[in-house]
Structure formats: C-alpha cells, structure tokens
C-alpha cells in the first residue's frame, strides 16, 4: 500500500498540470499508485522511461512522445529513477519541463531530491516521499538501518548480498570494481559488526584523509577495499 493518501493520488493524475517529482526511499509504492489511478489508456497517451542511465535520447523520446495531441485529451509521462538522468539529458529536459503541453502529466520519480539539478528542481513540484521506520523494516541494528536509508527495497537488495560480503570478509572472494552499490553497502555493513569501533573510525579517519588530498580515485578505491582485506 502507498504512503500517498488517495485524495492526492487523485489530484496528481486529475488536476496538476505542472510536472511532478515523487522524491523518496520507496518510490516504487508511489509509481504503482499514480499507475493505478491512472488506469488503463492507449498507448499512445503513455509513456514510461527508465534506465540505469537516461540520457539525451531519453529526452528526445518524451519529446517526440508530446509533439502529438492525444485522443483522449491526456498524455502521461513517468520518468522511473529520475536519478539516472545525466546532467545533459537534465539541462535537455527543462524547456519541457517549464512549458510541457496543457495536455501532458510528468512524473518524475527519485530517490533523492538532491540528485536533480537546481534548474529542474525549480520547474517541478515536490512531493516528499517518507522513509520506511525503522519497525516497520525489523532491521537488525541501527546501522542496517542507516545502510538502506529507510527502505524496503534497498533494505531487501542489501540483505541479498550478504552471503557476498561475508565470503569477501573471509578471503574467500575478491573484490571487482564493477561491484554496485548495495554489494558494498553490505560489505560496509559486516565490517562495521565484526570491526572493533576504534579500529574502524583509525581507517575510516585515513581514508577521509586520502579523500581529501590524493586524486587518484582508482587508488582511494582500492584504499577502501584494502579496509576490508585487513579483518582477521
């Protein structure tokens, strides 16, 4: 069930003209509702976008999607993971942004409202989303609670890769740099349990100091691999 009381569910897919930013943790809830609400339409008036990486092309197809008036007098765009938007593609958006067609409905979900760049984020509205409470996920401690910022699905794909992390933990597995972000979130996790705290923030202090002064991030890298090699 979505966090969004249904009232604004409606109002969103019914009457907002000014495109729309659902900004948080659990976005997927928020979609399903505005999908739901939405219903079923042509597809010729719908249209979703989503990527690991959404660049100029990505732009270029809401574009060409918006350039004909729809039959039914509404068209829905839904930028899934607006977060992959590169800042050109971003820069791209804003003219559709700031004049879309008085038939056209944008939704733009994220996860962070920080990702957008500031001229994005002055043409959309705002619509926070919360973060999960820590009961609700029955995390197993704080820290796993800080690792998934507060949501379900991170929460979940963290979980996964624990198997991972402890085998990379034990010298079992090697590390990749193609590894993503929730393999190293649950690295991070499982060396912040078996770590003594003092020893861990000596290491976290000279990796902030390696940060701070050495460019090479290929180095700095392979600086924070080397804090998990370490664990005996």
């Given at each position: ?103 056209a409905r944008i939704f733009m979900f994220c996860q962070r409202w920080s990702n957008l760049l500031s001229t994005v984020r002055s043409r959309v509205v705002n619509v926070p989303l919360p973060a999960k409470p820590r009961t609700e996920l029955q995390t197993k401690s704080a820290w796993e609670y800080l ?86």
């Amino acid at each position: 069930m979505s966090d969004l009381p249904s009232s604004l569910v409606y109002s969103l897919v019914t009457r907002m003209s000014a495109p729309v930013a659902l900004v948080g943790p659990d976005w997927q809830e928020a979609y399903e509702a505005i999908r739901e609400k939405i219903g079923r339409v042509s597809p010729q008036d719908l249209l979703e976008v989503q990527g690991e990486t959404l660049g100029i092309d990505a732009v270029r197809t809401i574009e060409e999607f918006l350039a004909f008036v729809p039959g039914s007098g509404v068209k829905y765009v839904l930028v899934l993971g607006a977060d992959n938007l590169t800042p050109e593609a971003q820069n791209a958006f804003l003219k559709t942004l700031e004049e879309p067609p008085r038939y056209a409905r944008i939704f733009m979900f994220c996860q962070r409202w920080s990702n957008l760049l500031s001229t994005v984020r002055s043409r959309v509205v705002n619509v926070p989303l919360p973060a999960k409470p820590r009961t609700e996920l029955q995390t197993k401690s704080a820290w796993e609670y800080l690792m998934s910022s507060g949501s379900k699905n991170v929460l979940e794909q963290l979980r996964r890769n624990y198997d991972w992390a402890s085998q990379v933990l034990n010298g079992d597995l090697l590390f990749s740099k193609e590894m993503d972000s929730y393999k190293l979130a649950a690295f991070y996790f499982l060396l912040i349990e078996r770590k003594a705290p003092t020893d861990l923030l000596r290491e976290m202090l000279e990796l902030e100091s390696a940060m701070t002064f050495n460019v090479n991030t290929e180095m700095i890298f392979d600086r924070i691999l080397m804090t998990g090699v370490k664990v005996t």
